[in-house]
Nanobody, 120 residues
Framework: QVQLVESGGGLVQFGGSLTLSCAAS????????MNWYRQAPGKERELVAGITRAGGNTNYADSVKGRFTISRDNAKNTVYLQMNSLKPEDTAVYYC?????????????WGQGTQVTVSS
């Protein structure tokens, strides 16, 4: 069964840290670029961070640069999002996403999401 399972969300105070994990199964993990998205209430889902298949390149939304770090462990089929200096505006449901060329099936996979709440 193809799936992504996020964990590590929760309630944290302003300035605190959390690490999200996303465990993949049912597909060849290292064939997929991995991304973290988030969606706050009333807002569109936005890309937070991405990492290439081998982990050699990463990209970040301007709003999280310098505070968040994405990494992956292909031996463990897991991608991480280390979040530091959290702000109330980081409050959202965070989703793990796997993306491969259209020749792969499935080419896009989503996790169920994990809630992150930052109190002021």
């Amino acid at each position: 069964q193809v799936q992504l399972v996020e964990s590590g969300g929760g309630l944290v105070q302003f300035g605190g840290s959390l690490t999200l994990s996303c465990a993949a199964s049912g597909f060849t993990f290292n064939n997929y670029a991995m991304n973290w998205y988030r969606q706050a209430p009333g807002k569109e889902r936005e890309l937070v961070a991405g990492i290439t298949r081998a982990g050699g390149n990463t990209n970040y939304a301007d709003s999280v640069k310098g505070r968040f770090t994405i990494s992956r462990d292909n031996a463990k089929n897991t991608v991480y999002l280390q979040m530091n200096s959290l702000k109330p505006e980081d409050t959202a449901v965070y989703y793990c996403n796997a993306r491969a060329p259209a020749t792969y099936y499935p080419s896009i996979i989503w996790g169920q999401g994990t809630q992150v709440t930052v109190s002021s």
